[in-house]
């Protein structure tokens, strides 16, 4: 299903509705002859309620509870790039406390690291691959932060602050990386697609006696079938597609913290 998420939002939207109508309507001819034949001596419309019922129920709650899932995947993954944007600002206003040259040192390797999360590791997200770029600079920064020597007590806490902060950037990346490469398991797509087939089923076993009514009926609950699962492959890879989230984060970071003067540390004391 990766060419729904390189294809423009509404047009996926209109491929997946127009798949759920088309067997929706289509079993329903298929299968409008033989059903007939079942409710000529007598309807079995009250059992065949039953059966949806009881099938809609069951399907909705599991559909419901995976829909659920994904947005909560969703909001979290939103939730975790935002936080290493923030650990980065933090990692950065630390490190401008410190003494030059180690100072301007700190500085450059996180914009370097800033730059190349917006303009190498988001594309690569956004095609649904595992976005590495940034590494080698990370394990830059990590040395130079190993070979400062804290003259002070002050700079002992900046540079314990730093280390908190640098290892929580870390952790972070590793998040938004797995993330970017996820999402749900094959099993939970089949039972999602498998039930959406079996709900459409049922209602072709109804009787109606209007025939073009039987059909709207069955074409609407198609698309509506096909609208839950539209928002479901949306949002089941979090940075792919027209609202995949995007690197505002970093860059809102970038412009605003680290291409603005930045004042000059304190002499040591």
């Not at 729904?4 to 047009?11: F, H």
């Not at 939730?79 to 180690?102: F, G, N, T």
């Not at 950037?169 to 087939?197: K, Q």
Request: hydrophobic fraction near 45%.
């Amino acid at each position: 299903m990766g060419w729904l998420y390189e294809i423009p939002n509404w047009m996926s939207c209109l491929v997946i509705t127009a798949v759920t109508a088309a067997v929706g309507v289509g079993g329903l001819f298929l299968t409008r002859r033989g059903i007939k034949r079942l409710h000529d001596r007598q309807s079995h419309n009250d059992v065949v309620g039953i059966f949806l019922s009881v099938t809609g129920i069951i399907y909705g709650i599991v559909l419901g509870l995976i829909a659920v899932a994904t947005w909560e995947n969703y909001s979290s993954t939103n939730a975790k790039a935002s936080a290493e944007a923030a650990s980065v600002a933090s990692l950065y206003r630390d490190v401008s406390s410190l003494p030059d040259p180690a100072r301007s040192e700190f500085q450059q390797d996180l914009r370097t690291y800033t730059q190349i999360v917006i303009q190498k590791s988001w594309p690569l997200q956004r095609e649904g691959k595992m976005p590495d770029a940034g590494t080698e600079e990370l394990n830059v920064f990590q040395a130079a932060l190993g070979r400062f020597d804290p003259a002070t007590e002050r700079q002992k806490i900046l540079y314990a602050e730093s280390l908190t902060a640098f290892n929580q950037l870390v952790e972070l990346r590793r998040a938004r990386m797995e993330a970017a490469v996820s999402s749900l398991p094959f099993p939970v797509w089949a039972l999602v697609i498998a039930g959406a087939i079996i709900t459409l089923a049922v209602t072709w076993f109804i009787s109606s006696l209007r025939f073009s009514v039987h059909i709207w009926m069955t074409a609407l609950l198609s698309i509506f079938l096909g609208l839950v699962i539209q928002l479901m492959v949306r949002l089941d890879k979090p940075y792919r597609g027209q609202y995949g989230i995007s690197p505002a984060a970093f860059e809102v970071v970038y412009q605003q913290l680290m291409t603005s003067p930045q004042p000059a540390s304190p002499p040591a004391q």
